[in-house]
């Protein structure tokens, strides 16, 4: 299993402001503390100064998250920043992303007229067009600052949001809350709900974020939610209100790691699953906690049926085989099974040769694909505090976590000259002798006809119907983590049982 991360900001930026009215746009400097109840999870920081172009300002939010995954601490930290020029216009955009101190993925952007040129980790450029009305990645706070929102207002506007690399349609309503607490301070709300991103081979929807406001609409605190966290408050200069869970504030003290991000993640099973890796036949009853099943995503194929389904709840039949013929062939995979990517860069000299593997290369393609599954299992090193790779650098340290050995065996099948993808979904674990089901990532291999599953942190030459598949992709074109929040909505939002 593996931890997914990503830090969201929504944002906006005006392009069309005068000297007066930026001076007010831009807040003095804050910070902030983030919770997940009464658990303290890290800090943010804004602030801005003056940019090398001595006439141009810098605006930048640092946000740091320490927690613990499976016992092992997790230091996460993300620095989004823009430059603008004294009319207001974004001249330069950028996000540094560290993982226990080490940079993980650096993006810097520099607007000519109406495009946006962007550079990923020094290697990767793409050009976006900047249309007129859109906004840059750090303007949200400008706006909640600048603009004197309305009862019942709503506003559209699209803005650049870095974390995924593209421009994202928002949605802000504003309402004047009712509050009939004499001690409450909440005169406002404002929330910013991103629209779905439709892209590729995958489908996104980030969270929406609201802010809560005094009676100057200033803000107090917001909540939003993080993938693999959940729900989460951030309380601004303060504790945060009586109508939540007071505690004390203070920017300067340390965030002790208390929050175990692995085992917030895991999906509570009602009893154990006997030989659960080899199992061929499995029934799961999956309800909604809270809201309705509508909007969850599921694969259904050749290994897993949805035989029941209502709006809150479905019955989801698995089904594990032992050979390729056992089940039926399937269409032959697109150019983008084979075609090396940012993450499955199997053309990379590190992965030609880490794959060098002491089998016959006229070997039969399954039984190949089996062996290196094996071969790779005893081979690969597996650790919890690993960051998510691209193939060729988790082949030079050969370790990490699901995802990387994923990745690892997608990339080592295509160099052996087998078609292969990445799937997303849930396994059976067992932590503490406590049955669960937990986010997980394993490889396809397409193979006499079919797709073949295999999993390099097991090295079983099946998967059995402990495996929920939820998605797959081929990382063509795929910069970030995207692919993997899929399972954002199955965290903490449903309960599983065997039927």
């Not at 990645?137 to 929102?149: C, I, N, R, V, Y």
């Given at each position: 299993?593996?931890?997914?991360?990503?830090?969201?900001?929504?944002?906006?930026?005006?392009?069309?402001?005068?000297?007066?009215?930026?001076?007010?746009?831009?807040?003095?400097?804050?910070?902030?503390?983030?919770?997940?109840?009464?658990?303290?999870?890290?800090?943010?920081?804004?602030?801005?100064?003056?940019?090398?172009?001595?006439?141009?300002?810098?605006?930048?939010?640092?946000?740091?998250?320490?927690?613990?995954?499976?016992?092992?601490?997790?230091?996460?930290?993300?620095?989004?920043?823009?430059?603008?020029?004294?009319?207001?216009?974004?001249?330069?955009?950028?996000?540094?992303?560290?993982?226990?101190?080490?940079?993980?993925?650096?993006?810097?952007?520099?607007?000519?007229?109406?495009?946006?040129?962007?550079?990923?980790?020094?290697?990767?450029?793409?050009?976006?067009?900047?249309?007129?009305?859109?906004?840059?990645?750090?303007?949200?706070?400008?706006?909640?600052?600048?603009?004197?929102?309305?009862?019942?207002?709503?506003?559209?506007?699209?803005?650049?949001?870095?974390i995924v690399n593209r421009f994202v349609t928002i949605e802000a309503s504003s309402i004047k809350s009712d509050s009939k607490e004499s001690n409450s301070n909440i005169h406002?709300?404002?929330?910013?709900?991103?629209?779905?991103?439709?892209?590729?081979?995958?489908?996104?929807?980030?969270?929406?974020?609201?802010?809560?406001?005094?009676?100057?609409?200033?803000?107090?605190?917001?909540?939003?939610?993080?993938?693999?966290?959940?729900?989460?408050?951030?309380?601004?200069?303060?504790?945060?209100?009586?109508?939540?869970?007071?505690?004390?504030?203070?920017?300067?003290?340390?965030?002790?790691?208390?929050?175990?991000?692995?085992?917030?993640?895991?999906?509570?099973?009602?009893?154990?699953?006997?030989?659960?890796?080899?199992?061929?036949?499995?029934?799961?009853?999956?309800?909604?906690?809270?809201?309705?099943?509508?909007?969850?995503?599921?694969?259904?194929?050749?290994?897993?049926?949805?035989?029941?389904?209502?709006?809150?709840?479905?019955?989801?039949?698995?089904?594990?085989?032992?050979?390729?013929?056992?089940?039926?062939?399937?269409?032959?995979?697109?150019?983008?099974?084979?075609?090396?990517?940012?993450?499955?860069?199997?053309?990379?000299?590190?992965?030609?040769?880490?794959?060098?593997?002491?089998?016959?290369?006229?070997?039969?393609?399954?039984?190949?694909?089996?062996?290196?599954?094996?071969?790779?299992?005893?081979?690969?090193?597996?650790?919890?505090?690993?960051?998510?790779?691209?193939?060729?650098?988790?082949?030079?340290?050969?370790?990490?976590?699901?995802?990387?050995?994923?990745?690892?065996?997608?990339?080592?099948?295509?160099?052996?000259?087998?078609?292969?993808?990445?799937?997303?979904?849930?396994?059976?674990?067992?932590?503490?002798?406590?049955?669960s089901m937990g986010f997980h990532m394993w490889t396809e291999a397409y193979v006499r006809?079919?797709?073949?599953?295999?999993?390099?942190?097991?090295?079983?030459?099946?998967?059995?119907?402990?495996?929920?598949?939820?998605?797959?992709?081929?990382?063509?074109?795929?910069?970030?983590?995207?692919?993997?929040?899929?399972?954002?909505?199955?965290?903490?939002?449903?309960?599983?049982?065997?039927?």
């Open positions: 299993m593996q931890q997914t991360f990503i830090f969201l900001a929504i944002s906006s930026s005006q392009l069309t402001l005068d000297i007066q009215f930026l001076e007010k746009a831009i807040p003095s400097p804050y910070q902030e503390k983030i919770f997940k109840g009464e658990t303290p999870l890290g800090t943010i920081s804004f602030g801005s100064k003056p940019a090398s172009n001595r006439s141009n300002m810098a605006v930048q939010k640092e946000t740091i998250l320490k927690m613990s995954r499976y016992g092992t601490p997790v230091e996460m930290k993300m620095i989004e920043y823009q430059e603008m020029n004294p009319k207001g216009e974004i001249e330069k955009v950028g996000m540094l992303q560290f993982q226990n101190g080490k940079l993980i993925r650096s993006l810097t952007g520099t607007r000519e007229g109406n495009l946006l040129r962007t550079n990923l980790d020094n290697s990767k450029e793409r050009i976006i067009p900047w249309e007129e009305d859109s906004y840059g990645p750090l303007g949200m706070e400008q706006m909640l600052t600048g603009k004197p929102w309305k009862d019942q207002e709503l506003v559209e506007f699209s803005c650049y949001l870095p406002w709300q404002v929330v910013m709900n991103p629209r779905k991103i439709n892209g590729g081979n995958f489908s996104l929807q980030l969270p929406k974020t609201t802010y809560f406001l005094d009676q100057n609409q200033k803000v107090i605190f917001s909540e939003t939610e993080l993938d693999g966290i959940g729900d989460i408050q951030i309380s601004r200069n303060g504790s945060l209100p009586t109508s939540k869970t007071r505690v004390a504030f203070s920017p300067t003290a340390p965030v002790q790691p208390t929050f175990d991000i692995g085992t917030n993640s895991l999906i509570p099973l009602d009893r154990h699953f006997k030989a659960s890796k080899t199992a061929t036949r499995a029934s799961y009853k999956i309800k909604a906690i809270s809201g309705t099943l509508t909007d969850l995503r599921i694969i259904e194929d050749e290994r897993q049926k949805i035989s029941q389904r209502t709006p809150l709840s479905l019955l989801l039949d698995s089904r594990a085989y032992w050979s390729p013929e056992e089940y039926p062939t399937v269409p032959a995979p697109s150019q983008e099974e084979m075609t090396p990517s940012k993450f499955i860069d199997w053309d990379h000299p590190a992965i030609k040769a880490y794959s060098q593997t002491p089998f016959p290369k006229d070997q039969d393609p399954w039984r190949r694909s089996i062996q290196i599954e094996k071969w790779m299992r005893k081979k690969f090193s597996f650790s919890n505090g690993t960051s998510f790779l691209p193939a060729s650098e988790v082949a030079r340290t050969n370790s990490g976590d699901c995802r990387n050995a994923a990745i690892l065996l997608a990339a080592v099948l295509r160099s052996e000259g087998i078609p292969s993808r990445v799937a997303h979904g849930l396994v059976y674990v067992e932590r503490n002798n406590l049955p006809g079919r797709w073949w599953p295999l999993d390099a942190t097991q090295g079983l030459g099946i998967v059995g119907a402990d495996h929920i598949k939820l998605s797959h992709d081929t990382y063509q074109g795929i910069d970030s983590m995207a692919p993997m929040l899929v399972v954002q909505g199955w965290i903490g939002k449903i309960k599983i049982s065997f039927d």
